[in-house]
């Protein structure tokens, strides 16, 4: 199956809720669900897109040639390239229009992912069994997974938690930023902000690594490693908790600049191809995260399709590395980037 056959499939599936662009940016589904949900516009998801247009790619093609790897270690083990699946929830219900279940997606998406050597999060919702239904497919698949659970009530989450703790689960994250829909009428309540101290307990009783998803600023990162995370995700949950936020990666050098090689920082919003991860790399990341285009090759594809597209992304970034002399990804610096204003 080729990319254009996954996403012609999807087209004729997924209508009227997602549209399946070419280019999934969120300019056709604006203010809508799956487009951006919550945050009203889609100014935070825009940006995301429109800053990674800016950024420029410098070649260079005069060194000793010895091949790409685009291999690297996180989360205790080795995945073949830098580029995850975000957690993606709602697919039966409020976000897509029930084509296929939640339940369906998580398969599809974890025997993807792992055809393919790449990490899959799965999410979370007011329906307990969401999150229970991406870790029932990485057991089933005998695959390993992050679920991301929402920042519920730290009595509420620890009880989650040791319900759906199992040795499939090589990493715990939390979307902090989904406190935003608490006041929203979403499915989601009983969310909250949480300060450093309430975090470092929810860290410690997690006993795996912990990884805060929808960190904005070197001040939340530099608190999310006080905290005791292992990594963090930039991100704006695709644009859809807050308005007017920055882009992602624009954020990323400063970020890096905080706290150093003290956490693992990954990003997701807007990207969209090979070079997209390159310059997301190039700008301080360690891995980057694609969403709703993985739920476009899931729905087209099936999990052939989550590995057709994961494969495809990873071969346009290891072109990007021969083409800016990245022999692999530690290689992918700053200055193979420009930033054009
Ligand atoms: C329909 C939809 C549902 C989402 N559900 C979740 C979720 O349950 N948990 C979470 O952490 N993020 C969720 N996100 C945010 C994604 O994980 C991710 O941050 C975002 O989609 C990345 O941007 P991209 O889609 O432009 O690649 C959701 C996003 C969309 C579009």
Redesign the pocket.
């Known amino acids: 199956m080729t990319i254009e056959e996954i996403w012609e499939n999807a087209r004729g599936i997924m209508a009227p809720k997602c549209r399946v662009c070419k280019e ?1 940016n969120g300019l056709a589904c604006k203010g809508e ?2 487009g951006v ?1 919550a945050a009203g516009d889609a100014s935070s ?1 825009t940006a ?1 897109t429109e800053f990674l247009k800016k950024v420029k790619l410098n070649m260079d093609t005069i060194y000793d040639f010895q091949g790409v790897d685009t291999g690297v270690s996180m989360f205790g083990r080795h995945w073949k390239s830098p580029v995850f699946v ?5 697919i039966s219900g409020y ?2 229009n029930g084509a296929i279940t939640q339940e369906e997606y998580d398969r599809r998406l974890i025997e993807g992912a792992s055809a393919a050597s790449i990490l899959a ?1 799965v ?3 007011a329906s307990r069994q969401q999150v229970k239904s991406g870790v029932a497919a990485a057991v089933a698949a005998g695959a390993p997974v992050v679920p ?1 659970m929402k920042p519920w009530k730290t009595e509420a989450f620890i009880k989650r938690w040791k319900e759906i703790k199992c040795g499939n689960i090589i990493a715990l994250g939390m ?1 902090i930023d ?1 406190a935003g829909f608490a006041n929203l009428g979403t499915a989601v309540d009983s969310v909250s902000p949480r300060g450093v101290a309430e975090l470092r307990e929810i860290v410690k009783d997690a006993g795996v690594p912990f990884i805060l ?1 929808g960190i904005m600023t070197a001040k939340g990162a530099e608190k999310a490693a006080e905290a005791g995370c292992e990594a963090i995700v930039v ?1 704006t ?2 644009g ?1 908790v807050i308005p007017s936020a920055p882009a992602t990666c624009s954020v990323l050098p400063e970020i890096r600049a905080a706290v150093g090689g003290r956490m693992k920082i990954l990003v ?4 969209r191809s090979g070079a997209d991860v390159f310059k997301a790399l190039a700008l301080g990341a360690d891995a980057a ?5 993985f739920v476009i090759a899931g729905h087209g594809g099936g999990a052939e399709g989550i590995a057709a597209y994961a494969e495809h992304i990873n071969k346009q970034l290891c072109n990007i590395m021969l083409l800016c002399g990245a022999a692999d990804i530690r290689a992918i610096s700053r200055e193979m980037v420009r930033i054009e204003s």
């Open positions: 999934c669900i799956p949900g998801w995301c975000s957690p993606i929830g709602g976000n897509y999060f999410g979370d919702g991301v979307d989904a998803k991100s949950h695709g859809r997701d919003g807007g990207i995260m694609i969403g709703r285009p």
